[in-house]
């Protein structure tokens, strides 16, 4: 494989943990579709440091780490 289709893959994985958000936060919807960043993600971080994509990593990071900010964020909105 070259180094267009890894960036394609951690993209893909990176649109893949986007989306598995959309029933919780967008549709209010108590789905655990979430839970899917925490295996996709590190697949995205892994491709996207074959190819020293920094932004990518960055993303994938940040997809990893999304539940505790999401729940950082509603409590610290809630407790004001």
Known sequence: MDNQNFKVI????????I???IPN??????SPLFLVT???APVG???AALVRK??????NI?????FFIFMFVVYFVNAN
């Open 45 to 47: 971080i892994l491709f």
């Open 38 to 40: 925490f295996i996709i």
């Open 62 to 66: 940040f997809m990893f780490f999304s």
């Open 54 to 59: 920094y932004w990518l990593i960055v993303a």
């Open 25 to 30: 936060i967008v549709f209010q919807v108590a």
């Open 10 to 17: 951690s993209l893909a994985c990176l649109l893949i943990c």
């Open 19 to 21: 989306l598995a958000w």
